[in-house]
């Protein structure tokens, strides 16, 4: 679907003119003319489309008639009046040119043109949709990108909780664009598949009557399988392959084929893509894988398409299961690590050098005050249990001397009573 399409989401059902010109009392003399006037209404569109993105420029065009004399520009709920233009050299159409697309650019037009005194009609409404003025959701396909003839598809569109407005786009063969809202991350039910459902999707998300959007998601290819008769897919030399070989995944169709496709079941990598520049049988291609290593271990299977439908593929061949033998552990060389990574792992041994260090401080100084304590309490039982026995020691010296010699008084003795 064009990016044209998508200004359709921005208003929704068609706005009544009275409705617009009452709500605002600047217009309401204009409104009195434009009402009386019997000129047919003009014919209103922007370029390069009503789907601009943010910053670009877009000229928005009012075709009326070959006599106008001026043409008068009016914006859904605008507090100024609206831009008036004077044709020039005779011609039938007006532009009004916005240099930078904004938020304040994205809205509901519509135009008219005065001939004389009368007015003509207002144009119908053109709704002018602003992209890029968030952040892009994310889109993806619940039964993966790959789906079958018949089988019900749904894509759902993720964005911030502060969004309730949600729209899908598609490259071409949908008719429409499709929006939901009132939900946070929606579903879009496209129904059975069928081959018109293969292209290219986009979601944007937005708010509630506003004409700003996101930027768009990411691309999803939806392919259709099942459309043609599968192809071969063999390997050479040989499905089991030496680490740091090489090995070609061929994939051929007997009916005629430009596109293939090669496929690794599990691998969130876009399929491989290879197109013929040779139209005549035979009908394969040769994918080479080289040096291969474990990361190329696994189960493949390869698609024929037409570069004229190139979302339409073939049934897919039969699985080809793909080993990898040596192992990349014994032969990549060891990574270096990372600044930061480096960082924190001196930063964690610092740390637990420092802890270990200040804990056997600790343990040491509780060791040093116990010893300490016991040496004081040692001391001051030895005090105390020596005293008696000094004095007992010398009473008994005293008596034994005044026996011996009598004379001796205690004090000569040197003996203490």
């Known amino acids: 679907m064009s990016s044209a399409r998508l200004g359709t989401m921005g208003g929704g059902a068609t706005l009544p003119t009275i409705t617009a010109l009452l709500s605002l009392g600047l217009y309401w003399e204009l409104w009195g003319h434009v009402q009386a006037g019997v000129l047919p209404k003009p014919s209103i569109w922007a370029d390069p489309g009503p789907t601009v993105t943010k910053g670009s420029p877009v000229t928005i065009w009012c075709k009326g008639s070959q006599w106008a004399d001026v043409y008068s520009l009016y914006k859904r709920g605008a507090s100024r009046l609206r831009e008036t233009k004077t044709p020039q050299d005779s011609s039938n159409t007006a532009s009004f040119f916005f240099k930078r697309s904004s938020s304040d650019t994205a ?35 619940r039964l993966g990108s790959l789906v079958l003839w018949g089988e019900n598809l749904a894509l759902q569109c993720h964005s911030e909780a502060s969004f309730d407005r949600f729209a899908l786009t598609k490259d071409k063969g949908l008719i429409t664009p499709l929006r939901l809202e009132g939900q946070r991350s929606p579903d879009f039910p496209l129904g059975r598949v069928n081959h018109s459902h293969g292209g ?32 071969s897919l063999s390997a050479h030399p040989g499905a089991s392959v030496p680490w740091g070989g090489n090995v070609t995944l061929q994939c051929g169709s007997e009916t005629w084929s430009d596109t293939f496709l090669l496929f690794r079941e599990g691998s969130l990598s876009p399929p491989q893509h290879l197109r013929l520049q040779d139209t005549a049988a035979p009908f394969q291609v040769n994918f080479t894988l080289s040096p291969v290593t474990s990361a190329n271990n696994g189960t493949y299977r390869c698609y024929s398409s037409h570069s004229t439908s190139p979302y339409l593929l073939s049934q897919p061949s039969d699985p080809l299961e793909l080993l990898i033998s040596g192992g990349s552990e014994d032969r990549l060389p060891p990574t270096a690590e990372s600044g930061p990574q480096r960082g924190l792992k001196l930063y964690l041994n610092v740390l637990i050098g420092v802890s270990v260090a200040f804990i056997l401080l600790l343990l040491l100084l509780i060791f040093l005050l116990i010893r300490h304590q016991r040496q004081d309490r040692c001391m001051k039982s030895v005090a105390a249990t020596s005293v008696p026995k000094d004095r007992g020691r010398q009473k008994r010296c005293c008596r034994e001397r005044h026996r011996a010699g009598g004379q001796q008084t205690a004090g000569q003795s040197g003996c203490r009573t």
């Open 200 to 231: 290219s999707y986009r979601c944007y998300s937005g708010r509630y009557h506003s004409y700003t959007w996101s930027a768009p998601s990411t691309p999803l290819d939806i392919l259709i399988t099942g459309m043609y008769k599968k192809p």
């Open 107 to 141: 809205g509901l037009y519509q135009c008219a043109y005065r001939r004389g005194t009368r007015w003509s009609e207002w144009s119908d409404p053109l709704p002018l949709a602003v992209t890029g003025m968030y952040r892009e959701p994310s889109l993806l396909a």
